[in-house]
């Protein structure tokens, strides 16, 4: 368990106030926000170099989406921290170690192919979290995830079409899928790693299911899919206690990028 | 890293697949509205070509119904002769011949003026 104890830390930086429970709702809401925002501002990366002008306005309209969903999920972090810091504080002004995204969004945006499976592995584990907390007894969130999943819906359809073809075509396209996903495999479970507030989270009725059960069932769907595109099956999560932690130089360069402007002026009002 | 690629398969890339063609995109507006052509996409297959047709045509929420049709799907007919006849043919008009000319003809042969329309008591 030692190994948790940064994501706890990060954890208690941003609240002392309330009980386990609003702890490890927020805890949960930063985890999220963090991964949408993430791969929401690398795949907005694509915007004007997509393969061709139809994919780029959409892959671009994804991105747009996450990145939507990333602020609608700080505001409500911020609401419940409620420490005097809004969406924008939350989301630019931390330094890259106080992130908690998964370390699935550590690997860059890459080639189109890398971009397609990062998508694939993240959207459908996401798919399984947010069915998990459709119910969820904290209503705010219940409402915000009715909303995040009609929109989700689409990107599964959108992903899911684009890992068929690069699979299906051979050559050229399935040998590069295939090194996205070899290089990409150990990291895909960590989106559902176990979070510490767990215990809180089902005790109280936030999330429906433990993270290890939210897991398998994303995983079984991996696998039907991969099964049929005959690509190799996912392998264990590699480092599960350090999944939302330590994270790589790539996303160190890359928070270096989306806090650079706002960065420019700390007390300027945009 | 590379090698990693060993267990790929020979079989070249598919060339019909990945080949872009253009999808026609008709729109409704709002429910009860008629299907407006609303642009075109172009996209390797319907899937896609869905997908695009989402994004140009309805990600702003100015749709609530889309049709994609591949534009070799539909049938063309732009033949002058069969559509802008040079015969007359006003006969086949719900209004029948188009008279003004010929009245305005038999007037001019009898010497008669065009009567003006009544304007009130005379």
Do not use: C
């Not at chain 1, 767990?198 to 993270?211: K, M, N, S, T």
């Amino acid at each position: 368990m030692t190994e948790s104890e940064p994501v706890e830390r990060i954890a208690m930086d941003f609240t002392d106030a309330g009980d386990g429970r609003e702890r490890a709702i927020a805890l949960l809401l930063l985890s999220m926000a963090d991964d949408e925002f993430v791969i929401g501002f690398s795949d907005s990366e694509w915007t004007g170099i997509g393969p061709i002008l139809e994919e780029d306005v959409a892959i671009s309209s994804l991105a747009q989406d996450e990145l939507g969903h990333a602020q609608a999920l700080y505001r409500l972090f911020a609401e419940v921290v409620a420490d005097g810091r809004d969406a924008d504080a939350v989301a630019y002004d931390r330094p890259a170690e106080g992130y908690l995204h998964a370390r699935l969004l550590d690997h860059g945006r890459g080639d189109w192919a890398a971009t397609i499976a990062r998508r694939y592995l993240y959207e459908t584990a996401d798919a399984a979290r947010l069915a998990a907390l459709a119910e969820t007894s904290f209503e705010p969130l219940r409402d915000l995830v009715a909303k995040i999943r009609r929109e989700e819906r689409y990107h599964l359809m959108h992903v899911e079409a684009w890992l068929d073809r690069l699979a299906e075509a051979g050559g050229e396209p399935r040998r590069r899928l295939m090194v996205a996903l070899e290089a990409m495999g150990p990291d895909a479970g960590t989106v559902l790693a176990l979070l510490p507030g767990e215990p809180a989270l089902l005790r109280h009725g936030i999330l429906a299911e433990p993270f290890a059960a939210v897991e398998s069932t994303w995983r079984a769907r991996v696998d039907g899919t991969f099964g049929r595109l005959g690509l190799a099956a996912l392998p264990a999560t590699r480092d599960p206690g350090t999944a939302r932690t330590r994270h790589s130089h790539a996303f160190r360069a890359l928070h270096h990028e989306f806090t650079m402007v706002r960065g420019s002026e700390a007390a300027a009002t945009w | 890293m590379g090698e990693a690629a060993g267990a790929v398969e020979a079989e070249p890339v598919d060339e019909a697949a990945g080949v872009l063609e253009p999808w026609e995109v008709f729109r409704q507006e709002k429910d009860g509205d008629p299907m407006r052509h609303g642009g075109s996409v172009m996209a390797p297959d319907a899937t896609l070509a869905v997908h695009y047709a989402r994004e140009m045509y309805g990600r702003r929420q100015e749709s609530v119904h889309l049709w994609v049709v591949r534009r070799a799907d539909i049938h063309d007919l732009a033949d002058p002769d069969l559509l802008q006849p040079p015969l007359d043919r006003s006969f086949k008009k719900p209004g029948g011949y188009v008279m003004r000319e010929k009245l305005a003809a038999a007037r001019e042969a009898s010497g008669q003026q065009k009567p003006r329309a009544n304007k009130g008591d005379r």
